[in-house]
């Protein structure tokens, strides 16, 4: 057989795949269309149930696709499949092109509609008020730490964590045209620049001036505008924007990497590989604080997270934000909870939601 029948042959047999997938795609939506009837009108998007398929679906994949392609791919079917229900609407910080944004469509899919909003504020205003369904807010971010905002938000609001997203975070200096002559200021989020501090100090003159903005890709839309700036953002940016991409990759750790919050007014079920977040204070006496830490170590609850942040209502008082592994409704972390509700001047659970994977 010579080699243009080989490949019509192949050819031939991926029609004849890409057929059956075709048909067992509509039937997959033919389902998730009728469990959407059947809930009628009640709560489409269940987080426990999509991890639980992701989890099925990496145990069952053989290559040679890798584990993590597979998961995408399954992800854009479940938001195809779940806007046949009623299309979801995720709020974000914007404006578009924002790192917040890609975490958004990672976690969500193309099939939800993303709705920028000015503020991480806003973006909770607009799930509180049911303008959005759910938010997608910043938390943490393994080089400069947590993200003050969103903490402080957490814990008024009256939304539930349901979700958690890795993103790993690729900064590349941005700008309307190429070269590095005549830059003379350079925007980003203030995380941002200090995520890439020590680059900006090797590879720019020292009295290129640092201008911190709300957000990434409002620094590219200020640099698209600005013949004499930069911008520090991620390729959404600058596609965005129609910028060059002058350097790349210019984080100053290689592992950068941002977790992000899903929030909604939900409470999710049990997946099996749960994480719940607590906010906790503590009175002021002596021990108070090894008494909030205690009750989990006795029931081997493992944690995985303690910040502390500034109450806001009295000096030199601290909230203590705390990440345990499983679920609340588990009985080790209900004993837990029961117990430090005892010992604690305040306890709130923020939510349970399925571990997030990068």
């Not at 910080?93 to 193309?110: C, D, N, R, V």
């Not at 977790?259 to 939900?266: I, T």
Request: proline fraction near 4%; hydrophobic fraction near 45%.
């Amino acid at each position: 057989m010579d080699q243009e029948q080989r490949l019509k042959q192949e050819r031939d047999a991926i029609d004849g795949i890409d057929a059956r997938i075709l048909e067992l795609l509509n039937a997959r939506a033919r389902h998730a269309r009728t469990i959407g009837e059947i809930k009628g009108g009640g709560v489409v998007y269940r987080p426990e149930r999509e991890a639980q398929v992701l989890a099925r679906i990496k145990s069952l994949n053989g290559g040679p696709l890798s584990d993590e392609t597979v998961a995408k791919l399954f992800r854009e079917v479940m938001s195809a499949c779940l806007a046949l229900e009623r299309p979801l609407t995720i709020a974000f910080l914007g404006p578009e092109g924002t790192f917040s944004q890609a975490a958004a469509i990672k976690h969500f899919g193309h099939a939800a509609t993303t709705q920028a909003c000015a503020s991480i504020d806003e973006a909770f205003r607009a799930v509180e008020a049911g303008a959005a369904d759910y938010v997608v807010a910043p938390v943490e971010n393994s080089t400069e730490g947590a993200v003050g905002r969103t903490l402080d938000l957490m814990v008024n609001t009256p939304l539930r964590i349901c979700g958690e997203v890795v993103l790993r975070i690729h900064h590349h200096l941005l700008r309307a045209a190429e070269g590095k002559q005549g830059i003379n200021r350079v925007y980003s989020h203030a995380q941002s620049l200090a995520q890439c501090h020590e680059w900006l100090n090797k590879n720019l003159p020292a009295d290129v001036a640092r201008i911190s903005v709300a957000s990434n890709a409002e620094a590219a839309r200020l640099a698209s505008l600005d013949p004499d700036a930069a911008a520090l953002a991620g390729d959404a940016a600058a596609e965005r924007f129609g910028l060059f991409k002058l350097a790349q990759n210019v984080e100053d750790e290689p592992n950068n990497t941002t977790r992000f919050l899903v929030l909604g007014q939900q409470q999710t079920g049990v997946s099996g590989r749960d994480k719940t977040s607590l906010v906790l204070s503590a009175s002021n006496r002596p021990g108070a604080l090894h008494a909030l830490v205690e009750p989990l170590a006795r029931h081997a609850v493992s944690m995985t997270k303690f910040e502390s942040r500034p109450s806001r209502t009295g000096l030199w008082e601290y909230l203590f934000f705390v990440d345990v592994e499983g679920h609340a409704d588990e009985p080790g972390l209900q004993h837990a909870l029961s117990e430090l509700r005892a010992v604690a001047a305040f306890v709130k659970v923020l939510g349970s939601y399925p571990q997030a994977v990068l």
